[in-house]
């Protein structure tokens, strides 16, 4: 007679594990790390290996050697922060600056906390906001890095953000600054300047649809992100196009698609429920519009979402599912 | 648009590999092992001694509460003994041994296949005939029928929904009755909605299950009363709250009975036993048991007697393969695991299914990603990742207030978790101990 | 700009001073007024907070035995007879003493002497465990070895022993506070009296099935066979459901049970070593 396992109902799984969420989140941002390699070289490629490598490493290290605990690095989470990581930083920036912000990510923002999914900030962005107040010569500036194949004269100088943002204080108005400054079209492929993953939005898109399709995010934190800054930036321009950034121009510059498609629907650092992750957006889309408006720095959505983070608990809390049998009454 | 429930849900594969295999009726069996304890509530008492003779239907024991049920003998023959014997899950539960000698059965019993239309009885008549027979509820909670059929005066049953969605995955003996006896089925609810005086009667049936849609449909024109729903494929959809919910669009409030909705639910297969006993005098005396898994090179449906061995179902089956891991009773999603092969199938068993290594081992727990899958999978709109933090620190009061009494114990929050935690064992016994502290409290 | 520091501290000690202040009528006016005993007897009492007295922890149990007429029905088991003496002299009241005790774990069902007839692969909890099923082994009422009370001891005094598989008390390390008795589901565990110099006779086992069922699961179990009770001359054995039962306020150790169990069910602990004869526990050639 066979030795039968007992257990518990259910006695069956889904095949959806953590790694496998992982994997597809890697996948997804495939497509943005390719554009990001043709057009700004071989470079990209090496700041992204340094950055996974270090993450990677730097988690094994840690768990193993310091805490004790498994090594959980097959879970494929540390490599999906280095990747992250890699793609919020400038296509030329020096390798041990990937170094330092997987120092941030991993061990300050992630481990700290008690590894995968205790952190409350997004490790990726806490090292890139770290890393921008560190480093915020290397962390805003592009220089031309060397496009490969010359698919684009990648152009050197500042962000389109920071370009308006410099402008606008030097006393110039809109219409002189987006005439010498970007076309839709560039805006939707190929948005020269700016993170080494916030180059296409198409690119971006793609990886969006992936995770849809594959059902690893819910469309709701990205789209009201979106919408939000789509509108607010919307009321504004009418108001006065010459002060402010029309709101297309808003949407596909500065990392927001990448901020709001891969770091704020971040499971960890995002809330449970539809109702949170609404409110949730809609923060992220406020603040990250109000920073560009009216803060001092050209780039709102990295501290839109970590502060949005901030409110994860709260939200959780407060903004339960709908329980079944409380549909009327 | 085809129905479902609005909360929650997972799409396990469904299996269903032994959906073509037509009931096949089991082989006489040398011995049986009849269990007191067949139904919810109290075990039944008794009624016979060691070395009497029985005959196939004969009362073997009687209710001994409110909430119990009579047991009939499934064979022919000398009791043995009358003595504890290890259930599915090792414990132990009164059962009587019956020698078998030959098949007789009572006299009363119709044992012809005609079917009998004609309905000359009054609702208390067909309830005590129900009651008379011994019938619990197939589809897996083993309630007494009778109670369910006299909802209590001050609620008003509007209409009967049979269920036959059958969303577990690998089974198929619902599937199976439906497609081979859709009248009897229809008879069957007719009888129960004159007994709870209701005029609308719903037969729910999950799509993929298109022969079985068809003959019951087909079955249904003569019944204009009863309307065939085809449902979306979505577990736990045979849930009975998610059920009603699906086909009629209401929900029962929390911590209130399904009868609030005005809606009584009744498996397809406890409406196949009501028929035949108000019209065929015969009593729950067999069930039709799949037995299912990918492991074995034969799938079989099989109308077994009552107190028959598993160990002995799974030999007539062909064995159990070296590949086996795990014996379920029921399917994968809320079966339970079978810790005693030697154990006798009771009134409400309805598949034996076997599952390899691959297939159902555990993987190990991680930490939780906070994904909230196993919230958007709650049928019940609860927060499973919640409910376990709280479990696991044994706070009680909170569990109350996030409501874990509500929890069906579908599985579908374990299912669908990445991080592979056993939220479900740990909800699950949070669940009965919240329960315990509720009912020890003094009713208002 | 010297004038803008100045405002500062100016303001920063405006407020400081406002919200002390403000803080000090506050304290004043939400005063509680507590038995200065309390604090004094709380302070006595270990602080492990582990429930074991029956309250809701040791502030309680302060408050409570302050407020009580007597020391009636107040022991507290972790500090034990002279934490209970020092409570009843800060109080100026007497004390009964009390004998101390100990848990002890009433299953030897080993991973060598119990077969394993199936695999639990579940959450590890017995409490999960023992609401799903029987157990793992052919025993339904030994120790299923995942350690509930192991997580519910806050002394470290219990631990499941990874090669036997089933929990093992530390007799130094336990305070007696029953919080593993309640923590077991299946009731194995039981507070019995230290005894003289450590010295204690128990039955390891509790299975109420038949002998021939007891022994089928497990090499150690009582079979109920009654040599034991027949043999006691204190008359401190007796057999029910079963399975025998030493009661320690009748039991004078003088260790005639043990000789006479053909299962070594009955175990004697810290004994000097016997003469060779029928030194060892005899459940080891059982097996």
Redesign the interface.
Known sequence: MNKFIVSPSPHTHSPESTQSIMRDVLIALTPAMLVSILASGWSVLALICVSVVACVLLEFLIQKYWLKVPVTVTDLSAAVTGCLLALNLPPNAPWWIAVIGAIVAIGVAKMTFGGLGQNIFNPALVARVFLLVSFPVIMTSWDDAGSMFGIVDAFSGATPLGAVKEGLKNGATLSQLTADNLTFSQQFFFNAGGSAGELSAVALLLGFLYLLCRRVIKATIPVTILLTVFVVSGIFWLANPERFTNPVFNIFTGGLLLGSIFMATDYVTSPMTTKGQIIFGIGIGLITVFVRYFGSYPEGVSFAILIMNCTVPLLNKYCKPRRFGEVKK | MKKTFRIGGVHPHDNKISAEAAIEVFPAIETAYVSMAQHLGAPATPVVAVGDKVLVGQVIAEPSGFISGYVHSPVSGTVKKIEPRADIAGNMVPHIEITVEGDEWMENIDRTPDIIREIPYTAEEIIAKVKNAGIVGLGGASFPTHVKLAPPKDKKAECLILNGTECEPYLTSDDRIMRERPEEILLGGVIMMKALGVTRGYVGIEENKPAAIASMTEAAKAYPQIEVVTLKKRYPQGGEKQLIDAVIRRQVPSGGLPIETGAVVQNVGTSLAVYEAVQKNKPLIDNVITVTGKCLPVQHNYKVRIGTPMSKILEVAGGVPEKAAKLISGGPMMGRAIANPDAATVKANGAILLLTEEETRRRPESNCIRCSKCASACPMGLEPWLLNKLGRAGLHAELEQERVYDCIECGCCSFTCPAGIPLLDVIRISKAEVMKIMRSRPKK | MTGTILITVACLLALGLLFAIVLYFVAQKFKVEEDPRIGTVESILPGANCGGCGQAGCHAFAENVVKAPSMEGFFCPVGGNPVMTRIAEALGRAVEEKAPMVAVMRCNGTLASRA????????A?C??MA??????TGC?YGCLGKGDCEAACKFDAIHVDPEKGIAVVDEDKCTACGACVKACPKGILELRNKGFKNRRVFVSCINRDKGALTRKACGAGCIGCGKCAKTCPFDAITVENNVAYIDFTKCKMCRKCVEVCPTGAIHEVNFPPKPPKTEEKPHEENV
């Open positions: 394993r007839t199936n695999e639990y692969d579940g959450y909890s409490k999960v609401s799903l099923y029987a157990g793992d339904k």
